[in-house]
Nanobody
Framework: QVQLVESGGGLVQAGDSLRLSCAAS??????????WGWFRQAPGKEREFVAT????????NYADSVKGRFTISGDNAKNTVYLQMNSLKPEDTAVYYC?????????????????WGQGTQVTVSS
């Protein structure tokens, strides 16, 4: 089993920045090929894709709504994935979840991710 723990959420104003972290423990992900993702869910809405990154870090993918503002990165030595969020907007307000799945194929479908963190709240005021 893999345990994921997110941190870094908070209340900020529009235009501010936040960096979310997702620390993995348990079965050592660095020894396997994994795909990591960040997803978010606003009240009353379905969970949606934000960004994904391959185990090697060489492949990233972003939702159009965050492209150019958010950056996903990873540190395999620390088993940690980050989401740097700049120029935040009120519509970015949501609970942000880190997810992981074994394999080398990218997917922005949250349903195929096996492991999830508990989520961290990001609130952006206007």
């Amino acid at each position: 089993q893999v345990q994921l723990v997110e941190s870094g959420g908070g209340l900020v104003q529009a235009g501010d920045s936040l960096r979310l972290s997702c620390a993995a423990s348990g079965r050592t992900p660095s020894k396997y090929v994994w795909y990591w993702g960040w997803f978010r869910q606003a009240p009353g809405k379905e969970r949606e894709f934000v960004a994904t990154i391959s185990w090697s870090g060489s492949n990233t993918n972003y939702a159009d709504s965050v492209k150019g503002r958010f950056t996903i990165s990873g540190d395999n030595a620390k088993n940690t994935v980050y989401l740097q969020m700049n120029s935040l907007k009120p519509e970015d307000t949501a609970v942000y979840y880190c997810a992981a799945r074994p394999g080398a194929l990218e997917s922005n479908n949250y349903r195929v991710y096996n492991y999830w963190g508990q989520g961290t709240q990001v609130t952006v005021s206007s």
